[in-house]
């Protein structure tokens, strides 16, 4: 193979240069081996290349028939090398990305424009669910990466997680709401409020938050209803209560609704996002999108990781 490969690029210089001497110094070889490697491959198949004469050598209808195959194969393989180049460095492939509905309001808009603009040839498959369903969906193979809360397991998934984003619970309030009128409201207050709180299931992550923000701060509000995102803000704006939501989502319904930060808010009840993938993929399309996230969360500002955001 290697011989043929050698004598195929020895017969293309040649029918370039029609001179045995030029295509011997091209080559960086002598003539008369460059001859003898001709006569060779001539013979192997098995007809005449070349027609040559004492002062000219041209191309036989079969050695213009190879010459034209030969060039179409340098240029297929070329191809062929920068397509696997390409994929090999995630230009081109696919992608199918899952996420909840809360990393649509800040972190995957910033992410898809970024890996759009760098990777513009890349199939992007989105697929939006709840955490428990994303969950087995990368354990299956169905996606290749998602963006999700964390929610407490007795046994957490062999995954790799990386947190992508950390932000504060705020409090929306009906826009008439005396609560408006303060910069902060102080957690002591939401006790026997009406409030809208997160559905234990359709929300699973920001109900365990709440749950836990009202206990240790021995706050009795008055749950009047239960939903999820966006719907919980719309009912904030028909005045039946207040809510706890993400930092993020205070963009959603500006007009009819106040936010406003919790004074005594601990740290420990910041929410966070976390991309995660199952360990054996090392697709570069999948590792390129989950770099420019974890250079979105470096670009919003640092953070310190507990132990609990260890994979």
Known sequence: MALLSRAMRAFMVVAEELHFGRAAARLNISQPPLSQLIRQFEARV???LFVRTTRSV??????????????????DNDAALRAARRAG????????????????????????ARYREAYPEVELTLCEELTGVLTEKLLDGSIDLAIFRRLPRAVEPELVFERVHREQMVLAIPASHPFSRRDR?????????????FHP????????????????HHVRPRIVYESVLPTLLALVEAGMGLALVPESAAGLRESGVAYRQL??????????????????????????????????????GPFTDGPESQA
């Open 263 to 300: 004074s005594g808010m601990d740290p420990a009840f910041d929410v966070d996002l976390y991309c995660a993938r199952r360990p054996d993929v090392t697709s570069p399309t999948a590792l390129a999108f989950a770099r420019i996230l974890q250079e979105g969360s470096e670009a919003a």
């Open 89 to 112: 460095s995630g230009d081109v492939g696919k992608l199918a990305l899952g996420f909840v509905s809360t990393a649509a309001y800040r972190v995957l808009p910033r992410a898809l």
């Open 185 to 197: 409201v102080p957690i002591a207050k939401l006790d026997g409020q009406p409030f809208v709180g």
């Open 46 to 48: 098995g007809t005449d």
């Open 201 to 216: 299931e359709g929300s699973s992550y920001f109900h365990a938050t709440q749950t836990r923000l009202f206990r240790e």
């Open 58 to 75: 041209r191309l036989t209808h079969a050695g213009e028939v190879l010459l034209q195959r030969a060039r179409r194969m340098a240029e």
